[in-house]
């Protein structure tokens, strides 16, 4: 899952810069790890789109609350990235 692995990165490169205040990435890493930020951040649209379309059940329509995804999407394809 792709916010496993913006978590999983972000926490790696926490750990490596120790509170520094930019990680140390070549142009190739920034790059890539835009691009895992950005496919993220589309996979949380895909999801509201699909949860709050007219024909949702509302068990669908309940399930961006239940599972905290404003938040998630914030902490984990925006704030983290900063």
Request: contains cysteine; proline residues 5%.
């Amino acid at each position: 899952m792709v916010e496993n692995k913006c978590i999983k990165i972000d926490n790696a490169q926490n750990s490596l810069n120790n509170g520094s205040a930019s990680p140390k990435l070549n142009t190739d890493q920034w790059q890539a790890l835009i691009a895992l930020h950005r496919t993220l951040l589309h996979e949380h649209h895909d999801f509201f789109l699909a949860s709050q379309h007219p024909s949702a059940n509302p068990a669908l329509r309940r399930l961006a609350v239940k599972y905290a995804m404003p938040a998630r999407m914030w902490r984990h394809g925006i704030h983290s990235f900063f």
